[in-house]
Every structure is written in C-alpha cells, then in structure tokens.
C-alpha cells in the first residue's frame, strides 16, 4: 500500500478515524482480491486512494442530506462502498450496491462483511433495479459505468421522482452532455473534481424525456 498516496487521499476528502479503519480494510482487501480477478485497472493500483477512494468521497459532500443511496455498478465498490464507509455513523443511512458480474458482487459482498458498511449487494443489473427499487432513494451514483445519455436512459426511473443524480465524468463531459441534451430536458450543474482538474462531476437535479413527433406525422 502506498502511505503517501493514501496520505494525499485523506488530505483531499478528510474523514473521521473509524471511517480510515473501514476504508484501511475494505482497500486491503481490494488488493488482495485483485490478484485473482481483476477490480480495477493494475495501472491504477499504486494511486488507488486518489485515483479511486478519495475520488468517491468527494461526492459525499454534494449531496446535502442524502441518507439512501443507490450505485450502479458498483463494480470495485467505487463509489458506492466507499460512501458506504462514510456513511457507517449517519443513522439510517444505506447504500444499495448494483453489479451484475457475479464475482465483483462477491467481492462487494465480503467488503461489506469485513467494514460493516451499511449497504446492501444487488446481483442484477441497473435498469432491473431501477424498475422494481426496493425503496425511495435520495441520490443515485454511476461510476465509468456508461457514457451520459445512457445513465440517464437508466437512471430516470428514479431521477423522474425527485432523487438526486452525481456522476463523475472525464474531460469529454460537454461532448456527453451535448449528446444527452438531444433527448432529455435536464436541470444539471458541474461540480469541479477534487482529484482530476480535467474531471467534472455532473449533478442531476431533473430530468425529463423531450417529446419526440410520432413516426410518421407531418408538420
């Protein structure tokens, strides 16, 4: 483990002594299982504090009161895992992790047993969970899960009743939310990146679908 990468982490997105505990465990575990399956790319490992862990708690603060939360595709545990930690002192907080991959579900399922994170791991895949959600979410999260206009196609079933969208985009984000724009109405704002200067975070307050002209009519 890199002790000034993770030193950097906390410096960036301080949090409370327990929550470093859990967060200790959960990326210990993360580099042990790596070596039998892949979680995240080898190249990211030895900044895996800046480049992953902090680059999760950084929403955190963006989201106000939001108790539960929602990430699909969860994947490694980032973001969803990660806020879970932070989480573990707000009561009634809960974080619903969706993976699909069976093994990356396995994985999430262990961290969640090793840090004891208020979250629970759904096998299934985003637009399964989005249509029979088991409760009303206060914020939903996607990680390099998909470009925007497919998030958006995935999370409206929950942004169309009032739950917040945060999702972390690269330096393509105008591009994606020009292409997003072709099909949806959407009340957005652009948080800067903590951990990337060429990083946004996109903040969904709304989202409707624009009305399209039925096939075939003329105007």
């Given amino acids: 483990m890199n002790a000034s990468d993770r030193d950097r982490a906390l410096a960036l997105t301080p949090v409370s002594r327990e929550t470093e505990a859990r967060l200790d465990r959960f990326?210990?575990?993360?580099?042990?299982?790596?070596?039998?399956?892949?979680?995240?790319?080898?190249?990211?490992?030895?900044?895996?504090?800046?480049r992953h862990i902090a680059d999760s708690l950084q929403l955190l603060p963006l989201a106000g009161q939001a108790r539960i939360?929602?990430?699909?595709?969860?994947?490694?545990?980032?973001?969803?895992?990660v806020l879970a930690c932070a989480l573990a002192e707000t009561a009634g907080a809960r974080v619903h992790l969706v993976e699909s991959n069976?093994?990356?579900?396995?994985?999430?399922?262990?961290a969640v047993r090793a840090t004891g994170a208020p979250a629970i791991v759904h096998a299934a895949r985003a637009e399964d969970f989005a249509a029979n959600v088991p409760e009303a979410i206060d914020a939903v999260t996607a990680r390099a899960l998909?470009?925007?206009?497919?998030?958006?196609?995935?999370?409206?079933?929950?942004l169309k009743k009032g739950t917040l969208g945060l999702f972390p985009?690269?330096?393509?984000?105008a591009a994606e939310l020009t292409e997003a724009?072709?099909?949806w109405t959407i009340q957005v704002s652009l948080a800067m990146s903590r951990t990337d200067p060429k990083a946004r975070i996109v903040i969904?307050?709304?989202?409707?679908?624009?009305l399209r002209?039925?096939?075939?009519k003329r105007f």
Wanted: glycine content about 12%.
């Fill in 204 to 210: 969904v307050r709304g989202l409707e679908p624009k």
């Fill in 146 to 158: 998909a470009p925007l206009p497919k998030l958006l196609t995935l999370a409206y079933p929950l």
């Fill in 181 to 183: 724009a072709k099909c």
């Fill in 69 to 81: 939360w929602a990430d699909f595709g969860s994947g490694a545990g980032f973001p969803g895992l």
């Fill in 213 to 216: 002209p039925a096939r075939g």
């Fill in 27 to 50: 990326a210990a575990m993360l580099v042990d299982w790596q070596q039998r399956i892949n979680l995240i790319a080898p190249s990211t490992e030895p900044k895996l504090w800046t």
């Fill in 169 to 173: 985009k690269g330096q393509d984000v």
């Fill in 102 to 110: 069976g093994k990356k579900a396995g994985f999430l399922r262990e």
